[in-house]
């Protein structure tokens, strides 16, 4: 069975097939000429699907930021997504569960809710999710980062290093992590 890695791309409304295509030309140059962009129903936000693993695909696309930054022209963000399942509050919160358990119990962390197209509020889930663990909240410099992206009926979720989110105008920038 091959597995598959996830990801959540953003880019300028509008830039969907740019994004998607220069995404997918780095996937292939690196291994997965398979890879599968898909767009969502929400204008800016695509779905990137690989055989490559996560922190290889992050690694990779940051390396080229740094190094070759004109390769990189309509990305905005990239990040891993762990599970993406149906934008219904109980099933988010189940899912989220398990994976706070990465979280050691010196470290702290940060829940960073994107949402569009749904009632679900930000209150609600930050509430429900929080709920859940008992480790310290930093909100400038966490260890880990429980991000929830509400893209209409699906939820990509992930509880991840602040450094697996890849922002590509702060890499341009200089900007650390």
């Known amino acids: ?68 930054p004109w390769r990189v022209r309509s990305m905005l963000r990239l990040f891993p997504v762990e599970q993406l399942v149906d934008s219904e509050i109980g099933l988010i919160i189940e899912t989220v569960k398990p994976m706070l358990e990465k979280i050691g119990e010196d470290e702290t962390f940060r829940i960073t809710i994107e949402k569009r197209h749904t009632q679900i509020t930000k209150e609600e889930i930050i509430k ?34 602040p450094s697996q989110i890849i922002s590509v105008t702060k890499l341009k920038r200089g900007d650390t992590v």
């Open 1 to 68: 069975m091959i597995t598959k890695s996830t990801f959540i791309l953003t880019t300028f409304r509008g830039a969907e097939n740019t994004a998607g295509s220069e995404v997918y030309m780095l996937l292939a140059e690196f291994g997965d000429s398979k890879a599968k962009v898909t767009r969502t129903e929400i204008s800016g936000i695509l779905i990137v699907e690989t055989i490559l693993p996560h922190e290889e695909v992050i690694k990779t696309i940051r390396d080229i930021i740094e190094s070759e």
């Open 128 to 161: 429900a999710v929080a709920s859940l663990t008992n480790r310290k909240v930093d909100l400038n410099n966490p260890n880990w980062v429980i991000l929830i992206e509400v893209i209409g009926a699906k939820t990509g979720i992930s509880v991840i290093k």
